[in-house]
Every structure is written in structure tokens, then in C-alpha cells.
């Protein structure tokens, strides 16, 4: 019976900077690890970057050195970093428990464009 909300999309120009939240409506996320997915127009949802509850990570390589995924378990809330965001980045984001899934919530657009 747990919700996700994910929040803080938006428009932004190639190379700046974003940062999204997720909140739960449960303490799962210091049980579970927790991870940012992303879908883009006609390709199935991709992992972006998971991490464990001992907050070990695990990026996908296009992203890497460019997110940082972070969680405050207190708040219930995962974070996700972006710098240097690139065209391709552009996609609706979504984030959930890794690997057994929740219900998916309804994303957020995250657009890089000139």
C-alpha cells in the first residue's frame, strides 16, 4: 500500500542541472534499496541507478559521474542529482524499490533542450 511521488522535472538547458525527489508513503526505504528509472519516448523503462539499503550504488553508465542518487530514510525520500544533463537524458523519471517493484507512480518529465 505504498505510494511513490516523484517530483522536481522540468525543462533545462544541455549541461544544467536538476534534482528530483521521490517520496514514499512508507518506510520502505530503509529496508529496500531504491532506485531511479527512466523511460523515454517508443524504449522500454532503463535503470538509471540503484541503491542498496547500506547505501552501496550502482549507476548506469551514461550517467555515471553525472548523477549522485541520495536517500534519507528519516523522510522517507530518495534524491536524484543531475548535472551536465545531456538531450538524451530527456525522459519521464521514476523511481521505485529495486529489485522487487511497487507500483509505479506517475514519473517526472525531465526535458534537455535548447
Known amino acids: 500500500q505504498v505510494q511513490l511521488v516523484e517530483s522536481g522535472g522540468g525543462l533545462v538547458q544541455p549541461g544544467g542541472s536538476l534534482r528530483l525527489s521521490c517520496a514514499a508513503s512508507?518506510?520502505?526505504?530503509?529496508?529496500?534499496?531504491m532506485g531511479w528509472y527512466r523511460q523515454a519516448p517508443g524504449k522500454q523503462r532503463e535503470l538509471v541507478v540503484v541503491?542498496?539499503?547500506?547505501?552501496?550504488?550502482n549507476y548506469a553508465d551514461s550517467v555515471k559521474g553525472r548523477f549522485t542518487i541520495s536517500r534519507d530514510n528519516a523522510k522517507n525520500t530518495v534524491y536524484l542529482q543531475m548535472n551536465s544533463l545531456k538531450p538524451e537524458d530527456t525522459a519521464v523519471y521514476y523511481c521505485n524499490t529495486s529489485p522487487v517493484k511497487l507500483p509505479w507512480g506517475q514519473g517526472t518529465q525531465v526535458t534537455v533542450s535548447s
Open positions: 541503491m542498496t539499503s547500506d547505501y552501496s550504488t
Open positions: 512508507g518506510s520502505i526505504f530503509s529496508i529496500f534499496a
